[in-house]
């Protein structure tokens, strides 16, 4: 019988996320409290650009952001946000989406499989993804468990189980 295998990824699904600022968006047009402070909520480029006439509206905006992150399903742990820093007259706070995993973050991975994981599973680092294989797919399974329950900063996913 051939080793069974499955991909461990980070991973933000990009119209999820387009959809979340999309909802931000709006909400921020909306309501009250963020008329004629010049609130807005845009992507630039590949990074999420948020604008407001001081520090604290644009902190309120970033909550507005993160909320609607969390109802799409995205883990916060896959924004990396800066600090506001004044622009001009407003204040602005750049957010990146984290994709792909590390190598750092890889051999973190790799190396607690390798100590808390059961004994026949192997793990390879592939890219931005480590690859998890083993006779066994109930191994499989316990080390998905293991890796669920362990407190990494990065979110993960789970692809390819076959």
Known sequence: MADSSFDVVSKV????????????????????????????VAWSGEKLL?????????????DVVQTKFIKRGIDLKMLEQGDPYPSGKEFRIEIALKDGISTEDGKKVTKLLREQGPKSIKSQIQGEEVR?????????QAAIQLLKGADFEFDLQFVNFR
Do not use: I, T
């Not at 009250?32 to 402070?37: I, W």
């Not at 948020?50 to 970033?62: Q, Y």
């Open 132 to 140: 998890v294989s083993s006779k066994s797919r109930d191994d499989l």
């Open 13 to 40: 699904d990009k119209m999820e996320a387009d959809n979340a600022v999309n909802q931000a968006r709006k909400e921020v047009e909306q309501r009250y409290d963020f008329k004629g402070v010049g609130a807005d």
């Open 50 to 62: 948020l604008k407001a006439s001081s520090e604290e509206r644009v902190k309120a905006v970033l």
